[in-house]
């Protein structure tokens, strides 16, 4: 089962200063790339996804990329389902690459971490615009995912709260302690590994 003990021993959970893809600061990251770049851990922590979103009865995987496709193909496998993500296309998420979503076809989004949902949401919106049912979502973690902020049920193997703030609020920005931008969303800045 994983825990947070197998974040510190693939040096995943980071402390520091940092932005979220969300645009929120925080002093703590989960780089679950470092997580999954272990296949064995990627398949186990699959495995442990699937088995919470199979209830769901979901007949396609669908993942955000690029933070969310090493997991969301793990799910898929255990599963058994077909998988596909979503790319930014003029600011938002959407499928490109011939991906195709069935109409009515039920899918569960699958993402590496939930902080405010905002990725998930956009995802929701891309399977639903292509004729898609999503009937749930999962993620490795959830770090404070605020009640209601779905529009479907959510599973995640750990739930952790982890403070984080808008940038005007942050007591880090107000110490002079250097940003760093370690998602996706607005680019990389080469993040160290720290203790």
């Not at 979503?86 to 039920?106: H, K, P, Y």
């Not at 292509?130 to 995640?156: E, F, K, Q, W």
Request: a neutral charge; glycine letters at 14%.
């Amino acid at each position: 089962m994983l825990s947070l003990q197998d974040f510190v021993g693939t040096e995943a959970l980071l402390k520091g200063h940092f932005r979220l893809s969300s645009g929120l600061h925080s002093d703590t990251y989960l780089q679950c790339a470092r997580l999954l770049m272990w296949p064995e851990r990627a398949e186990g922590a699959g495995r442990e996804l699937a088995a919470k979103l199979s209830g769901f009865g979901p007949g396609l995987v669908v993942s955000p990329a690029l933070g969310g496709i090493v997991i969301g193909h793990e799910v898929a496998r255990a599963l058994g389902t077909r998988f596909l993500f979503t790319e930014r296309q003029d600011g938002a998420f959407a499928l490109r690459r011939g991906f195709q979503v069935e109409e009515g076809e039920r899918a569960v989004v699958v993402e590496d971490v939930f902080t405010t949902g905002r990725s998930t949401r956009e995802v929701i919106d891309a399977i639903r615009s292509a004729g898609g049912r999503v009937v749930a979502a999962g993620s490795i973690v959830d770090r404070g995912l605020p009640s209601g902020a779905l529009p479907v049920p959510s599973r995640s193997l750990l739930e952790l709260r982890i403070p984080a703030w808008p940038e005007s609020e942050c007591p880090l920005c107000g110490e002079g302690v250097p940003l760093e931008t370690p998602g996706s969303r607005h680019g990389s800045s080469g993040v160290r590994r720290q203790a």
